[in-house]
T-cell receptor, first 110, second 110 residues
Framework: NAGVTQTPKFQVLKTGQSMTLQCAQD?????MYWYRQDPGMGLRLIYY???????DKGEVPNGYNVSRLNKREFSLRLESAAPSQTSVYFC?????????FGNGTRLTVT | QKEVEQNSGPLSVPEGAIASLNCTYS??????FFWYRQYSGKSPELIMF????GDKEDGRFTAQLNKASQYVSLLIRDSQPSDSATYLC??????????FGAGTTVTVRA
């Protein structure tokens, strides 16, 4: 049972490039989330999806877009990467509570 | 004001001692509270959740909730070197948005 799977694990982008972070869960959870984690800042919510077909902005949505492709998959897209988006990104899922996290994607934007 | 605030630490305790971690939250309507442990380079893992006022014990961990004071704490008894990690407090601000504190790093000295 894989739980929450994120790809890729590591990525280096140049400023202005685009990319999509992928997330899939096999726990049949309705809710999925994208967080970013920066030193001293804890986890900050970027976007969440309460159920298939719905998405909502979190605390720090600027510069990101999301797609809830189906119940299993929730992707995060950076259209034009900026150095300020250098961070560790975590996807999570839940059914009521609590959150189950993926292993994270470490993204560096140069 | 951040929605969830933790004492920033770092916290250093000798092996066998009690580590005490504190957290306050701003939304009086919050009902569900969580403590996650995060080892360096890893994803957060749930260690405790608490919904009702009072204490909840699970092994060496005790969570305490005081809704009147908007205060949540975590006690780690008989601290072990394996408890060295960052501890994240989290609270649901509505049905779907889980907000995290910045974390407290605990080091247990052998």
């Amino acid at each position: 049972n894989a739980g929450v799977t994120q790809t890729p694990k590591f990525q280096v982008l140049k400023t202005g490039q685009s990319m999509t972070l992928q997330c899939a869960q096999d726990m049949n959870h309705n809710s999925m989330y994208w967080y970013r984690q920066d030193p001293g800042m804890g986890l900050r919510l970027i976007y969440y999806s309460a159920s298939e077909g719905t998405t909502d902005k979190g605390e720090v949505p600027n510069g990101y877009n999301v797609s809830r492709l189906n119940k299993r998959e929730f992707s995060l897209r950076l259209e034009s990467a900026a150095p300020s988006q250098t961070s560790v990104y975590f996807c999570a899922s839940s059914e009521i509570s609590p959150l189950h996290f993926g292993n994270g994607t470490r993204l560096t934007v140069t | 004001q951040k929605e969830v605030e933790q004492n920033s630490g770092p916290l250093s305790v000798p092996e066998g001692a009690i580590a005490s971690l504190n957290c306050t939250y701003s939304d009086r309507g919050s009902q569900s509270f969580f403590w996650y442990r995060q080892y360096s380079g890893k994803s957060p893992e749930l260690i405790m959740f608490i919904y009702s006022n009072g204490d909840k014990e699970d092994g060496r961990f005790t969570a305490q909730l005081n809704k009147a004071s908007q205060y949540v704490s975590l006690l780690i008894r008989d601290s072990q070197p394996s408890d060295s990690a960052t501890y994240l407090c989290a609270a649901y601000l509505n049905d779907y948005k889980l907000s995290f504190g910045a974390g407290t790093t605990v080091t247990v000295r052998a």
